[in-house]
């Protein structure tokens, strides 16, 4: 009941109802914030101390900026979002709101269009030398459909494709990346497809800013080449998996094109397939399926592994 009073109280104030609705449409910066609404910056970050305070918004680090977003976990996310739901967007003061944001997100897909511009270009020349994406996204969404998918995780999302693709299925969606140009990619991306469930964070495969058994499904596509140790991210993934959870990992056979390693800072060449089985039976994970596609001169692996249905005795860590 408290939390609830506190909720409202913090709510009851146009300033703060304004922030509760741009934060229930993007995740977004105090400098942005304070463009969108025109006031002091103050006084701005004392209403989203306020809101953050009573549970409403969340706030969090990606490098030395601070992003605010609209709750999705604590005990009053729903209020937050109901009072956002029932807030309508063509009242005059709201929908300019919208526009400044509609046009503070174009820049930011200005930004990432330049960075991404430059690494299409090796992106698309490495795509034309394995096999059709459509095939391997079927697959890998087929590995999961009989799950009811509550936490999805996709570690290194890049331009946030594996969001868009299993965002839809599960209740919330996160992507972790270390680089902050493509987490302004991904985030536009997943922003420009509507997709309110997903969010994207800054963070590392060897030490993911997340809690023991919290996923449902951890993806990892296209990402354990850049990995010097890759068992390691295996048995990192393996650690925020949920009881009956599966890893689904995408990756090269193993292959001879010394360009990836010279020129696209690839660290391994590829995986042989026993080998990863025999890393994820190391941390603990189960055989579920494997698939192997073949491509001229890359041919992609698909492994589908599962969490054992014991508890995760490893210790917790945030
Ligand atoms: C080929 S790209 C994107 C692949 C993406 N999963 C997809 O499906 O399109 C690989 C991504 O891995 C990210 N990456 C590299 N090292 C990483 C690390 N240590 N932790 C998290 N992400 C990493 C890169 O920044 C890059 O965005």
New binding site residues.
Partial sequence: MEQLLQGLRAAGEETRMRLLVLCGHAELTVSELIQILGQSQPRVSRHLKLLCDAGLLDRFQEGSWVYYRLANKSGTSLLARYLVDLVPEDDPVVSRDLERLNTIKQARLDAADDYFRENAKH?NKIRSLHVAEKEVERLILSSVQDMEITDFL??????G??LELFGPLSQFAVG????RE?LAFARAAIEGADLRNCQVRL????TLPFLNDSQDVVVI???LH?ADRPKMVIAEAKRVLRKNGRLVLVDFAPHEVETLRTEHAHTQMGFDADQVWSWCEEAGLKRKDFHMLAGDPLNVNIWIAEQSNTDNPSGERE
């Fill in positions: 992106w996709d570690i290194g999302t890049g331009t494709r594996m972790v990346d270390t680089s493509m963070g590392d495969m060897y596509h296209q990402v850049y």
